[in-house]
């Protein structure tokens, strides 16, 4: 990959952790293959979990997922190769 593409996929997660409602930490992530984008995620608490107590610390560091985790999970794929950007 070359500098172009890898700037392009930071500033791609960088924009993608603004989507996570964690008042304090915003974390975004880009999984890709090459130039191909396989997944993405931001830091949060679990599909399904509400996520009204993100400003109570104690419950937030109990339940929250980090963005790689989350990309990592909604891959459905081997991603033994693939590159992570955070």
Same mark, same amino acid.
Request: aromatic share 10%.
């Given at each position: 990959? !070359?500098d172009?593409w *890898? /700037?392009?996929? +930071?500033k791609?997660?960088?924009?993608?952790?603004?989507? @996570? =409602?964690?008042?304090?930490?915003?974390?975004? %992530?880009? +999984?890709t *293959?090459n =130039?191909?984008i396989? %997944?993405? #995620?931001?830091n949060g608490?679990?599909k #399904? +979990?509400?996520? *009204?107590?993100l /400003? !109570?610390?104690? /419950? $937030?560091y109990a $339940?929250?997922?980090? #963005?790689?985790? !989350?990309? +990592?999970?909604? @891959?459905?794929? *081997?991603?033994?190769?693939?590159?992570?950007?955070v």
């Open positions: 990959m !070359n172009k *890898d /700037n392009r996929f +930071i791609l997660a960088e924009h993608i952790a603004f989507w @996570s =409602k964690d008042p304090s930490t915003k974390v975004g %992530s880009v +999984i *293959d =130039k191909r396989v %997944s993405l #995620g931001f608490y679990p #399904g +979990i509400p996520d *009204d107590d /400003n !109570n610390r104690q /419950n $937030k $339940k929250v997922i980090h #963005g790689e985790l !989350n990309a +990592i999970l909604f @891959s459905k794929e *081997d991603l033994t190769g693939f590159t992570l950007y």
